[in-house]
């Protein structure tokens, strides 16, 4: 079955940094996209970056310049390196496949920018 595990959330100075982590596993991880969802309390879950199994990389405009997606396909994993962190970051962020026909997600790691 398709299990995603996040890591490497918490707590970050404004203008700091965090990487975060997702390990998959249940499918065949190189051949899929790969993305991070963030939902901040009373908004809806929001798409931050996609990355194709090619490689190719989108990001929302919001983290443009400061957040980069990265997967290592040997070991299953993706990666969200933010930079520059603001409050406005503060979210539960989400690792996402759409596999068979059905989307999954991890259980989520918190987020916080806070001086």
């Known amino acids: 079955q398709v299990q995603l595990v996040e890591s490497g959330g918490g707590l970050a100075q404004p203008g700091g940094s965090l990487r975060l982590s997702c390990a998959a596993s249940?499918?065949?991880?190189?051949?899929?996209?790969m993305a991070w969802y963030r939902q901040a309390p009373g908004k809806e879950r929001e798409l931050v970056a996609v990355?194709?199994?090619?490689?190719?990389?989108n990001y929302a405009n919001s983290v443009k310049g400061r957040f980069t997606i990265s997967r290592d396909n040997a070991k299953n994993t993706v990666y969200l390196q933010m930079n520059g962190l603001k409050p406005e970051d503060t979210a539960v962020y989400y690792c996402?496949?759409?596999?068979?026909?059905?989307?999954?997600w991890g259980q989520g790691t918190q987020v916080t920018v806070s001086s």
């Open positions: 990355i194709s199994s090619g490689g190719s990389r």
């Open positions: 249940g499918f065949t991880f190189s051949s899929y996209a």
């Open positions: 996402n496949v759409y596999f068979s026909g059905k989307n999954y």
